[in-house]
């Protein structure tokens, strides 16, 4: 049916950064992270934890806190000691104010939405007000002596706790004073004691307030009296973060031994209306510090110096054992870093500031399935590209000639052509870019390498017209009819050259006509984030994966559905391919096989071959290892429309090259693992 | 066997509407489906009761001052309710209309008794003067004059039927002591009266009435406990006649006297009676019974101890009858009466055959199923002819007003319709089927095709048993006849599916159907759409038989070189050997057979003594299928079969095993066997001396794996990878 050369790359060294923050909002789902080179992730649990928004990163910027105020407008505050909001449609930083009082190491918004307090370095508590489309500096708390670790809002509004170095204050947020002062336990180490830093507070209702510290306690305090109400000590070393339920009946925390506890407020007796807190169920997910946690009303979500970003639902709170009651598991992002030259067989691998350049490898023998063949010439880095500035890279692309290599951060666009010269590799910056107005979100040359589109904001397009030897010019800027606010993030053009379709952040999806530079039509809102897009090069017609794991083929010329998409549809995917958890995040065509769609998500790349029956949930969804002991005739009846192939993984990328041999990427979590810095020394059992 | 089933509460009663002064309700009609009921008190208001869920679905109440003097009831052609207040004031009103004073209203000129309520046809209005008029007349013209029939008489009890497709109604009157019956059909407008014979001793307590071949046959409780049968023969409608009556039961012993007491009937043979037995030195206790009038015996009978009304109604399959101060509801569940079932011999798995929705029992459309006669046969043939066409404009009717079939429908159609209005029923019934009780519901289905396939031998619905088989709903024990029909129809693909759905197929079937299988001819079994699953992984399934088998080379280090190290293999057995080896003993469709009952759960005690069953050929076939199984299994790496349902190499094992200790002694003795026996030995010997020589270099085998395991790709490869 399908035989591949597949050149098996692991040399894509892509470690994700840290997880350093985390704040998950009720109203919309949504999950923002802060990763510690600055970056930050929102991912929409409505649409099946799809990571939908991304900022990239900045040198200087790391973000300590984020929060969700007025709505849904998202704020962050980081050590460079400013306050940034972010902009979510445009996907940049919408302004940042600073704060004037050193590195800013936490912030919380009141419960209702409309002031901010952050925690200094100086020891001072800052009110900023949130306006309409900014913040304003309101007053300060009277300032203490040491720096401000936490705090947390009493959902009242009217007192704030505040964590610090070996003490807990409450403030009066009306008169600005500190009312109670609270000494926390140092750890004693042999004849000195250590100083215990406060990660975390939480102030719940009724005045009690949860702090967790460095010396691994989580610990239950009177806010009125000022009293210890009840030690936990949960781990020998830092307690870094918690976060309570909305109903403050829950809490979790997160220990810089990679586990994660719940403790919850059980009644004492069956029954009985006193209740206490009691740790219940300890989760070791992670291997390095969990650096942030959150509660959701049915799960818990930690994230870590691993990278790893982990949702687990609370059985209790789940109707049976089913596909929401899963572990979510995160370590890679759901944008594509790799950009493949087919024609070339190039690989452009996207780092946060520098891209690679490697050639493949060849090989000049055959072989039968499972076969791993002499490798007659062995992969060639070919060239490193770093960025210049502070500004990491969000998008790279290579043409599919590999002549030109474009890559943008938030402010600026680069263009470099490439060019051979008898086995060596120059590289010439073309130096007029057409200064854009807005950043860009995603690159594409087209097909014949003479255009590049540039996913802007607000729906638009720009195209650019490359032009040898070297340089470019701004050709077109393509327009949704609808006026979407939301910028675009993912293109597909297709191999004539007639049409580009676009995926912006609304979930709309604009297929302009390249030859007219007008839009051609929409295809049908459907109510899931869209992954990956790819036109098929023989058809014309548009392949769309949603994070809910469903595909749809929308013929451009006919602007409708395809039937085989319509049949899909009535037949229903197999249970087992809407179970997957990640998304589609390549879609790739084999020209030879029109009827073949090749996808892949990061466990499973899958040959969907449209001319064969789509399977039904009683027949099973990965046949490939029992199809292959059965006779050629007896094949003809099992095979369906699912070909998977589980063997790499995880997979980052999967492309099918121009002579027909396939390149899968992989980053074996192993590698990942090696290049974090060693984890906390445990004492294991028989070691 | 009838018998009274679960009760429950429909709702209470209050009281000051007269309820508890033992005077019950006024009336309590069917609802617009067979699941509700119009309850009227004797009060002001009329309620919608959704009779599964105890629940009211609507209530409406007329003014303080006002009375409703005539139950409410449903017009099933337009989903309207009509009621009748202060005797005259007629209203009808929808399921959306919530104030009663604004509904339609009709002031007429005479008082009414009653209005009747039948499917597809007007309702009649029984006028207290005896006067009958459908409701569309009257409407028409409310204030027309009504002539008075009755010379003041007073009438007691009124019930309308469906006869030939015009409506009749029948009601009785009482004046002095004497009773009286009317006949009144009104499509042509025809009055028939008659007279009761008058009694000395006891007086008329409750009427019912059924309709069977157009003859009117009136069923009357006297108070002293008996139940007379009389029918109405139509004759000159002018003159009065006496009608002649017929002891049909006798209920209660001499000395005790019947009291407000209600009959109604339930089939052809079963009528239920509540009423209160006052027996002099005792209390009077009130019970609800049922009879089987054609054995006179008491089927079953529950006490009710917090006292009734003595009214009863009877409204698919349940009573409602006043029990204390509410509205009890019991299921009731009647069967045909048989001796067996009237002296309670009868297994209780038939279902029941009669479901009525309004009390109304047509009797035509019962199956006679005891004619024996050819010229009976044919007849009901006939009948059954020009029933089918009725029944397929009344399903076209059913499917226009409720698109969900029910299973009392699809059971009563299962009883008479052909196989292939059935199979289309059940089909319909199966695709919309989202029913929480569907195994229940299945396994009645099923029970009623059996029972109708053992009756009737030409009778098999084969696609419907498959459909239904294929539903996963059923088990063994569900429908213990299925297989037994099966088998004798030797109907390899059901058993099969049977086999392989089934949890708990007992080993004496188990051992039938293999004996069946062992016998079947493989070329009889070349047109039957046996499911192959099982063998496509060893046998090539090609049409074309003369298929060149290549050897397959053997995986796991053993071949049949081995077999062969000894030297006393005779020339002739060694080519035996190798013949087993090469082809299948048995067809592929025999195979796939086999393979189910390989699968199938057993306990060895139990399927040891039916093993002995088989013959010695059928053995001797059998085993030399399993030595194949085993021999194409172990060839393979992971000693499995790939793909869905085939034979595990313990079930082969097992089997095998379990034959040999069944039939040791004449498998010894056979000739025929020996050779098999002899390289059966010769396998097994080879694979033990291989599997223990394999333990010996586990050590060395576990670095292979080791390193094997540890095998780094490095950073870079190029494979081959295939996509089939």
């Not at chain 2, 001499?254 to 109604?264: G, I, N, Y």
């Not at chain 2, 020009?386 to 059971?411: I, P, W, Y």
């Not at chain 2, 780094?712 to 081959?720: H, K, P, V």
Request: hydrophobic residues 40%; glycine residues 6%.
């Amino acid at each position: 049916m399908g035989e591949f050369q597949v050149h098996r790359v692991r040399f894509f060294a892509y470690v994700p950064a840290g997880i350093r923050c985390v704040a998950h909002s009720t109203r919309s789902a949504r999950l923002a992270l802060a990763r510690t080179n600055g970056a930050l992730e929102v991912y929409n649990f409505a649409a099946n934890y799809f990571q939908e928004k991304g900022i990239p990163g900045h040198e200087t910027r790391s973000t300590e806190a984020l929060c969700w105020a007025a709505g849904d407008r998202l704020f962050g505050a980081g050590l460079g000691g400013d306050i940034s909001e972010y902009d979510l449609e445009k996907l940049r930083v919408k302004y940042s104010l600073d704060g004037f009082g050193g590195p800013i190491w936490s912030m919380a918004a009141d419960p209702s939405g409309t002031e901010l307090a952050v925690g200094c370095e100086d020891g001072s508590v800052k009110l900023f007000q949130v306006l309409p489309d900014k913040i304003q500096f309101e007053r300060s708390l009277d300032r203490q002596k040491g720096r401000v670790m936490s705090l947390s809002w009493h959902p009242s509004g009217t007192r704030i706790a505040v964590g610090s170095i070996d003490l807990l204050r409450v403030f009066d947020v009306k008169s600005g004073h500190a009312i109670q002062r609270i000494l926390v336990d140092r750890r004693l180490r042999g004849l000195y004691s250590c100083e215990c830093v406060v990660w975390s507070v939480a102030f719940l209702s009724n005045g009690t307030i949860v702090s967790s510290d460095s010396v691994g306690k989580v610990q239950f305090w009177d806010s009125e009296k000022g009293t210890l109400l009840e030690t936990h000590p949960v781990s020998s070393s830092a307690v870094l973060c918690l976060a309570v339920s909305e109903e403050e009946d829950s809490i979790v925390v997160g220990t810089s031994e990679g586990a994660v506890y719940q403790f919850q407020l059980l009644p004492v007796k069956w029954g009985s209306a006193e209740s206490k807190w009691v740790r219940t169920k300890p989760f070791q997910h992670h291997t390095h510090d969990v650096r942030a946690v959150a509660h959701s009303a049915t799960a818990l979500i930690s994230g870590g110096l691993d990278a790893q970003l982990v949702i687990r639902p609370l059985m209790e709170k789940m109707h049976g054992k089913g596909y929401d009651a899963a572990l979510r598991k995160f370590t890679f992002p759901h944008r594509r870093l790799v950009s493949c030259a087919k024609k070339a067989g190039l690989l452009l691998f996207q780092f946060p500031q520098h891209l690679e350049l490697w050639r493949l490898g060849a090989t000049n023998s055959a072989g039968k399935d499972g076969d791993i063949l002499p490798v007659s010439r062995a992969p060639e880095h070919l060239l490193q590209l770093k960025s210049k500035g502070p500004e990491h890279i969000c998008c790279s692309c290579i043409s599919l000639c590999g002549s030109w290599i474009a890559y943008s951060t938030a402010s600026r666009l680069h263009l470099h052509r490439v060019h051979w010269e008898n086995g060596s590799v120059s590289l010439k910056r073309v130096s007029k870019v057409p200064k854009l107005l807005s950043s860009a979100h995603q690159l594409l040359c087209s097909a014949d390498s003479t255009s590049l589109f540039v996913a802007s904001d607000q729906g638009a397009v720009h195209v650019l017209k490359l032009l040898e030897p070297g340089s470019c010019g701004h050709l077109q800027t393509l327009r949704p009819n609808s006026g979407s606010a939301e910028a675009v993030y993912l293109l597909a053009a297709s191999a004539d050259g007639d049409w580009l379709a676009a995926a912006s952040g609304d979930w709309e999806i604009n297929i302009y006509s390249l030859r007219q530079f007008k839009p051609h039509c929409t295809v049908p809102a459907y109510n899931c984030a869209v992954t990956a897009l790819a036109i098929h090069p023989v058809t014309n017609n548009l392949v769309i994966t949603h994070s809910d794991q469903q595909v749809f083929e929308f013929s451009i010329p006919d602007r409708e559905y395809t039937t085989w998409s319509r049949k899909v549809q009535q037949h229903g995917l197999h249970k087992g391919w809407l179970e997957r958890d990640t998304p589609i995040t390549h879609i790739a065509f084999n020209p030879k096989q029109p009827a073949h769609i090749l996808l892949h998500d990061t466990h499973m790349f899958c040959v969907l071959d449209k001319s064969l029956p789509l399977p039904d949930d009683a027949t099973p969804l990965m046949n490939q290892t029992t199809l292959k002991q059965l006779s050629e005739k007896a094949r003809r009846g099992y095979a369906h429309a699912f070909k998977i192939c589980k063997k790499y993984q995880p997979l980052l990328f999967v492309d099918l090259l121009e002579e027909g041999s396939l390149v899968v990427v992989e980053r074996p979590l192993m590698d990942i693992k090696t290049q974090l810095p060693p984890p906390v020394q445990q004492k294991k059992f028989g070691t | 066997m009838a018998a009274l089933c679960e009760e429950f509460t429909l709702c209470g009663l209050i009281a000051s509407a007269g309820a508890g002064a033992g005077q019950g309700i006024l009336g309590l009609e069917p609802g617009p489906d067979s699941d509700r009921v119009l309850l009227t008190d004797r009060g002001r208001t009329a309620t919608l009761y959704k009779v599964s869920d105890q629940k009211p679905l609507g209530c409406w109440s007329v003014k303080q001052d006002q009375t409703i003097t005539c139950p409410a009831v449903c017009n099933f052609e337009t989903g309207e309710y009509v009621a009748v207040h202060d005797n005259k004031v007629l209203r009808i009103w929808k399921d959306e209309d919530v104030n009663f004073d604004k509904v339609f209203k009709a002031t007429l000129t005479a008082e009414v008794y009653r209005i009747h309520s039948l499917p597809y046809t007007e309702p009649l209005v029984l006028f207290k003067g005896g006067a009958v008029r459908t409701l569309d007349a009257l409407l028409a013209a409310p204030q027309q004059e009504i002539e008075n029939v009755t010379s003041d008489e007073v009438i007691r009890w009124s019930e309308a039927f469906m006869e030939t497709q015009q409506p009749v109604l029948i009601f009785t009157t009482e004046k002095n002591g004497n009773y009286f019956v009317y006949v009144q059909k009104v499509n042509p407008d025809i009055l028939h009266k008659y007279k009761l014979e008058q009694e000395e001793s006891s007086h008329p307590l409750s009427f019912t009435a059924y309709t069977k071949n157009k003859i009117l046959t009136l069923l009357c409780l006297y108070s002293n406990g008996c139940v007379y049968k009389m029918s109405l023969q139509q004759s000159v409608p002018e003159e009065e006649q006496i009608l002649s009556k017929s002891l049909l039961l006798k209920i209660v012993v001499s000395d005790t006297v019947l009291k407000r007491a209600s009959l109604a009937i339930l089939d052809i043979d079963h009528v239920a009676v509540l009423g209160c037995l006052d027996s002099p030195p005792n209390i009077a206790k009130e019970c609800l019974s049922i009879w089987n009038t054609k054995f006179q015996t008491l089927q079953t009978s529950k006490e009710l101890p917090q006292g009734t009304s003595g009214q009863l109604w009877c409204y698919g399959e349940k009573f409602f009858l006043t029990h204390g101060k509410v509205l009890t509801v019991i299921v009731y569940k009647c069967e045909t009466s048989s001796l067996a079932a009237a002296v309670g011999k009868l297994k209780d798995t038939q279902t029941s055959g009669m479901r009525t929705v309004s009390s109304y029992v047509n009797w035509n459309m019962l199956q006679e199923e005891d004619l024996a006669s050819p010229r009976a046969q044919q007849s009901v043939t006939a009948k059954t002819e020009s029933k089918r066409t009725l029944r397929s404009r009344r399903n076209n009717v059913a499917k226009v007003q409720r698109d969900t079939l029910t299973v009392e429908q699809l059971l009563s159609d299962i009883k008479d319709s052909s196989q292939n209005d059935i199979e289309e029923e059940l089909r319909q019934f199966l695709s919309n089927a989202q029913m929480s009780d569907f195994q229940a519901t299945v396994g009645y289905v099923i029970t009623g095709l059996m029972n109708r396939c053992k009756t009737e031998p030409t009778f098999y619905p084969r696609n419907c048993l498959v459909q239904l088989i294929q539903t996963q709903g059923l088990s063994y024990s569900l429908c213990p006849d299925l297989m037994a029909v099966a088998l004798e129809k030797t109907d390899v693909h059901l058993l099969q599916l049977c086999l392989q759905q089934f949890p708990d197929v007992p080993e004496a079937v188990t051992c039938a159907c293999l004996k069946a299988f062992l016998s079947i001819n493989d070329d009889s079994l070349q047109g039957t759409n046996v499911n192959l699953d099982s063998v496509i992984s060893y046998i090539d399934i090609t049409p074309n038989d003369q298929v060149e088998k290549k050897r397959e080379t053997v995986q796991n280090g053993f071949s049949s070189e081995l077999m062969e190290d000894s030297c006393d293999v005779q020339l002739t057995h060694k080519s035996h050997v190798m013949y087993t080896e090469e082809l299948c003993p048995v067809g592929p469709q025999k195979a796939a057979l086999l393979n189910a009952i390989l699968h199938s759960a057993y306990s060895e005690t139990f399927l040891l003594p039916h093993l002995k069953d088989l013959s010695a050929q059928q053995v001797v076939l059998f085993l030399r299928y399993l030595q194949y199984l085993y021999i194409k299994c172990s060839e393979k790496v992971s000693m499995n079969f790939p793909g869905m349902r085939s034979p595990t190499i313990n079930q082969i094992m097992d089997w095998m095993c379990l034959l040999l200790d069944a039939h040791f002694t004449v498998v010894v003795m056979l000739p025929e066997a020996k050779g098999l026996l002899f390289s059966l030995h010769k396998f097994v010997r080879a694979q033990v001396r291989f599997h223990s020589e394999l333990n010996k270099i586990e050590g060395s085998l576990q670095e292979l794996q080791r390193i094997k395991h540890q095998k780094d790709f490095g950073l870079y490869s190029i494979e081959m990878l295939e996509l089939v």
